[in-house]
């Protein structure tokens, strides 16, 4: 059995300009969860799998790190 992927980290470092999903939510896969300002692009983060939401670690407007942690699923 393959593991399900737990946690969405940053593909790059730059700055949260908007977050889709709260703790609790359910997402399906392809959904979008987190937008991330990069070299002056957006780029629309997509949930990996179908899950719930079970933390959320970025706020909007904060600067981020490649792999920084943004959101974990249950």
Known sequence: EVLAVSEIKAPMAGKIIDIKVNV?????EGDEV???EAMKMENVILSPREGVVKK???TKGMAVDKKH?????E
């Open 34 to 36: 987190v937008i991330l």
């Open 69 to 73: 942690l943004l959101v974990e699923f």
């Open 56 to 58: 959320v670690a970025v």
């Open 24 to 28: 609790g939510d359910s997402v399906n």
